[in-house]
């Protein structure tokens, strides 16, 4: 094993979301959004499905009227282990990282839309059209990373150009990456803190101890897709 690879394997990026934390406010949408240079496509795109969302909140009813709740489950690319989308790629846009990434070569995609068919979270969205930001919304791009294009196929990154950063600064500190040198944008503006970052490789880690609470589950667990995405049910104490 090189340094590189024993750098790496000392990763694995996950995500923790507590949906007893969760209020459904959508702030988390806006944040992605605006942190990742994702277009707002309108109201008329929008109803013919051509919205543009990284993560999305899915809404459930719970319980008969008139006691009705509302539930919520944030819903972004869950980085499977064992990801559905990667192996349909004829050109290999669509890849794993040494890190758990579940990532995305944009300037390889060819549009296929083989990878959002296979993906069982729907979470991945095609740019169907060139996006633009007139001046002066055009100073709100991050340069940290590009503007994708039309035809090509993008999704949640777990914020990569974050993660980057994070282990730059911790490398020219010559100390081990910390729980608060990452944070990606959906979890940095959540008011009620209910999406937790981490390395789950790391047993000190927040999001490893909150990983294994009674309350975890995750999505389509039977499909055996092996999501980093663990989801705690509501109901119950954090450290459950
Ligand atoms: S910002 Fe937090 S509380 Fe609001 S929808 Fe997103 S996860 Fe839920």
């Not at 949408?29 to 993560?55: D, F, H, K, Y």
């Not at 989308?85 to 990282?97: D, K, L, N, Q, R």
């Not at 789950?200 to 490893?208: G, H, I, Q, T, V």
Request: glycine share 8%.
């Amino acid at each position: 094993m090189n340094q590189a690879e024993s750098d790496n394997a000392a990763y694995h990026w996950g995500m923790v979301i507590d949906l007893d934390r969760c209020t459904g406010c959508g702030a988390c949408v806006v944040a992605c959004q605006a942190e990742n240079n994702v277009p707002t496509v309108g109201e008329t795109l929008c109803s013919q499905g051509r919205e543009m969302q990284w993560i999305r909140i899915e809404r459930y009813w719970e319980g008969q009227y008139p006691e009705v709740r509302a539930r919520f489950i944030p819903l972004l690319c869950q980085h499977c282990d064992n990801a559905p989308c990667e192996p349909v790629c004829p050109v290999y846009a669509s890849y794993h990282t040494s890190e758990g990434l579940n990532g995305q070569v944009y300037n390889r995609c060819v549009g296929t839309r083989y990878c959002a068919n296979n993906c069982p979270f729907s979470a991945r969205v095609f740019n169907f059209f060139e996006p633009e930001w007139p001046e002066p919304l055009n100073n709100q791009l991050s340069p940290d990373l590009t503007v994708r294009s039309k035809g090509v196929m993008e999704k949640c990154t777990f914020c990569i150009q974050r993660i980057r950063r994070g282990k730059e600064d911790a490398k020219l500190e010559g100390r081990p990456v910390r729980d608060e040198d990452i944070v990606p944008a959906c979890a940095q503006t959540c008011a009620p803190g209910a999406i937790v970052f981490g390395n789950m490789a790391d047993p000190e880690s927040r999001a490893f101890r909150l990983a294994r609470s009674k309350r975890r589950f995750r999505l389509l667990e039977d499909l055996g897709t092996e999501p980093s995405v663990i989801y705690l049910k509501g109901g119950g104490r954090e450290d459950d």
